[in-house]
């Protein structure tokens, strides 16, 4: 299972050809790589945001979050990543009959799970958190991610690569579309009492 997902960050046509050649159960065992891949980033931000800390500006202080508050945010955090993994693969099987792919739940879950193997590994950037560092890296990231449901749908739904890209490109309106809703619920629990802890540096 990991190993499909690992491949796609060095061999993209190679892994997507061999996702696509499998059957039954180890195809369906797939479905799970976002759940174990989604620890990462989650573990990795705790530990980064609790233990390390970051800076502002010129300060020395390091800001961190109380142990409480990251445990909260970190768990908060898994379950969105695999909320959305899970609502992107629908909207795949959703719409892969308009656009000629026979699909199902399942299938739709896997090729999600997968095209978000480089956000899941560029996670554990958060075991230290470095402003700069942190959104280079989410950019390349996402950039590859981007380009690996290019690449993965007309392969795995087995469908003209024109046809794949209209495919992908509804796929991605679709996951900004979950993600400003994302934003948007975070301003407002923060907003109504849910906003992080910080630990109190007089202390």
Do not use: K
Not at 55 to 70: C, F, P
Not at 122 to 140: M, Q, R
Not at 160 to 177: K, T
């Amino acid at each position: 299972m990991i190993q499909h997902g690992l491949a796609l960050l060095v061999q993209p046509h190679t892994a997507w050809r061999r996702v696509a050649q499998l059957q039954g159960s180890s195809f369906n065992s797939l479905a799970l790589f976002p759940v174990v891949m989604a620890i990462l980033p989650a573990v990795a931000w705790y530990y980064g945001t609790s233990r390390v800390g970051w800076t502002v500006g010129s300060s020395g202080d390091a800001i961190r979050l109380t142990e409480s508050s990251a445990t909260e945010i970190a768990f908060l955090f898994y379950l969105v990543m695999i909320g959305s993994v899970a609502i992107i693969g629908y909207f795949i099987h959703w719409m892969s009959s308009t656009y000629g792919a026979n699909s199902t739940l399942t299938r739709g879950i896997v090729i999600a799970g997968l095209t978000c193997s480089p956000l899941f590994v560029a996670g554990l950037v958060g075991f230290h958190p470095l402003l700069w560092l942190d959104l280079l890296i989410g950019v390349v990231a996402l950039s590859w991610s981007t380009y690996l449901l290019y690449l993965g749908i007309p392969i795995v739904m087995n469908i003209p690569e024109e046809r794949g890209f209209l495919f992908s490109s509804a796929i991605i309106a679709i996951a900004l579309v979950i993600f400003v809703g994302i934003l948007v619920v975070t301003i407002l629990a923060w907003e109504y009492g849910f906003a992080p802890e910080f630990t109190d540096h007089s202390a």
